[in-house]
């Protein structure tokens, strides 16, 4: 089944303890997106990546960094969280380089206490 | 920062109504697609139309395009109870996505 996955679901943490938010996709996308949303903002781009090795900031970058390393993973590393983290994580991946359809992964709910 | 803004915010009717969802943005786009939420879950594609086309149909949806006013409309013609959700519009203009803040239907049964 072509999907898009996330791990985890559901996080809860603590200030500063760096984390990982896995997004794997198993359509042979070329591009790959991470967002997050907050109630009353919509979906804020946070980093977007046009192929492996290739990544670029969105919206809001500040505190995260990703990497792409193979084609299919596109993991999203708070480094040191903190609290304005707090919110839901979707993963989205599109083929081609044009930002065509996006498939979306069902989200990472994550709490920063 | 956000380009796209739906309007209304939150809509409520009764199944078999019609319900028209607004979508204003700032600046020129390549395509506008319109998705689908329901509550907390991943966004589902609805439709894509692109700068150059002014209307589009899929099915009970219509999406209409206008670049001079720098807005859009999805118009779900028939509603059903399983229509309720958060309609989303996302713009882009290359590379990077933007998306409004939703308009949340209800749609009564």
């Known amino acids: 089944e072509a999907q898009v996955t996330q791990n985890p679901r559901y996080l809860i943490t603590v200030t500063g303890k760096k984390l990982t938010v896995t997004c794997s996709q198993n359509?042979?996308?070329?591009?790959m997106s991470w967002y997050r949303q907050d109630p009353g903002l919509g979906l804020r781009q946070i980093y977007y990546?046009?192929?492996?090795?290739?990544?670029d900031k969105g919206d809001v970058p500040e505190g995260y960094k990703v990497s792409r390393k193979e084609k299919r993973n596109f993991p999203l590393i708070l480094e040191s969280p903190s609290p304005n983290q707090t919110s839901l994580y979707f993963c989205?991946?599109?083929?081609?380089?044009?930002?065509?359809?996006?498939?979306f992964g069902p989200g990472t709910r994550l709490l920063v206490l | 920062s956000q380009q796209g803004e739906e309007d209304p915010q939150a809509l409520s009717i009764q199944e078999g109504e019609n319900a028209t969802m607004n979508c204003s943005y700032k600046?020129?786009?390549?395509?506008l697609q319109w998705y689908r939420q329901n509550s907390g879950r991943g966004l589902v594609h609805l439709i894509l139309?692109?700068?150059?086309?002014r209307e589009k149909h899929s099915g009970r949806l219509r999406v209409t395009l206008d670049t001079s006013k720098k807005s859009s409309s999805l118009l779900i013609t028939a509603s059903r109870a399983a229509d309720t959700a958060s309609y989303f519009c996302?713009?882009?203009?290359?590379?990077?996505?933007?998306f409004g803040a939703g308009t949340r239907l209800t749609v009564k049964p």
């Open positions: 359509m042979n996308h070329e591009y």
């Open positions: 600046t020129s786009i390549n395509n």
């Open positions: 989205a991946s599109s083929p081609g380089q044009v930002r065509e359809t996006q498939y």
């Open positions: 139309i692109r700068s150059n086309e």
């Open positions: 996302a713009t882009d203009k290359g590379v990077d996505m933007r």
């Open positions: 990546s046009m192929n492996v090795e290739v990544t």
